[in-house]
């Protein structure tokens, strides 16, 4: 296990270089900074002189091997706009994404796996086709075309729930959430719902799919041979061996569900990471958006390590180290 730690640090790394080389790379072509910080009352000589001192005429390479030095101590450059360090600013805009993902990944996990064990269950019921269907359609549906049906339906016609904002947050042993507060869990029901359809049809097909394959599989019928308590070979024998592969796909998607945020967060005008983004590209806030990219990469990064040291967790004969055993 230590060992294979060590390789998947060293490979993450790597990643993550490549994603900083990528990510300061595309600035030059956002467009010329200096037109959002001082407008065009400017001269050019004044203009070049900022550029100086800002390090924007150096060479590529000088830019970037000063960029990596930096970001090596935790520091990504200053916003442009917001004058604060980038990490600092999106740190105070990653805890409402964070608790939008972590509302979308309730519903999900909470729906995904009866649903999936039921189809897969009783494959010919009418909930099951029902279920099937919804999650054909659901696959189909567009996240933005999804929150807008959802805020036209329970905001606008009913009024049940709030169609835009945040809403009231408390603070609790440091976290400032809206989920201490009733207000903040109405606003965040709709862009949790929204940001939910786009992983839960496929997690709901995923499981049913490797529960069926599960069920069909000589040990389930061994257990039932032996007389064990039907319930237990469904959620104990079968259910168990799905878990690799419903694994290896969430560990992707929790990273996706951080991009996709930010169709979900224009729609709800939800104050985190996606709008914040979205805003440092108009700006042409380049330090913002390079920072922004490298954040979502680690996090990309960061998930598919753990989702591999769960695996030998979750199944011991998984083999880590890639030693013959």
């Known amino acids: 296990m230590f060992t294979f730690l060590i390789r998947r640090l060293a490979q993450a790394t790597v990643v993550m270089f490549i994603i900083s080389m990528i990510a300061f790379s595309i ?9 959002e910080m ?11 002189a900022l550029r100086d001192e800002m390090g924007l005429n150096d060479p590529f390479l000088t830019q ?13 450059g200053d916003s442009y706009f917001f004058k604060k360090p980038a990490l600092e600013v999106i740190g105070s805009k990653m805890v409402a994404t964070l608790e939008l993902v972590f509302g979308a990944l309730i519903i999900i996990v909470g729906c995904s796996v009866p649903a999936g064990i039921y189809c897969a269950i009783k494959p010919n019921s009418f909930g099951a086709k029902l279920i099937m269907g919804f999650s054909t359609a659901g696959i189909s549906v567009p996240v933005f075309l999804t929150a807008i049906l959802l805020m036209y339906l329970f905001s606008i016609e ?31 029901v709709l862009p949790s ?20 394959e599960a069920l069909q599989s000589e040990y389930v019928k061994f257990a039932k041979a032996k007389g064990l308590n039907i ?47 979205l805003e440092a590209i108009n700006r042409v806030d380049a330090p913002l958006i390079v920072a922004y990219v490298i954040v979502v990469g680690l996090i990309f990064v960061a998930t598919n390590t753990i989702v591999d040291l769960l695996y030998g967790l979750i199944n011991p004969t998984v083999n880590l180290t890639g030693k013959q055993s």
């Not at 049940?160 to 869990?185: H, K, M």
């Not at 719902?193 to 069926?212: K, N, T």
């Not at 290896?248 to 985190?272: D, K, N, R, S």
């Open 193 to 212: 719902v929204a940001l939910a359809s786009i992983m839960l049809p496929l997690f709901i097909r995923l499981i049913r799919a490797e529960m069926v």
């Open 64 to 76: 970037y091997s000063r960029f990596l030095k930096n970001a090596v101590q935790g520091d990504l």
């Open 27 to 35: 600035q030059d072509n956002l467009g010329d900074p200096l037109r």
């Open 231 to 277: 319930r237990r070979v469904w959620y104990v024998h079968a259910f168990k061996n799905t878990m690799l592969p419903v694994l290896t796909v969430g560990g992707v998607q929790v990273g996706t569900m951080v991009a996709y945020t930010i169709l979900t967060e224009t729609v709800f005008q939800w104050p985190g990471m996606g709008s914040m983004f």
């Open 38 to 48: 001082v407008g065009q009352a400017v001269s050019e000589a004044e203009r070049q």
């Open 158 to 188: 009913l009024g049940w729930l709030p169609s835009y904002g945040r809403g009231e947050t408390a603070n609790v042993l440091g976290w400032e959430s809206g989920f201490f507060t009733i207000d903040g869990l109405l606003h965040l």
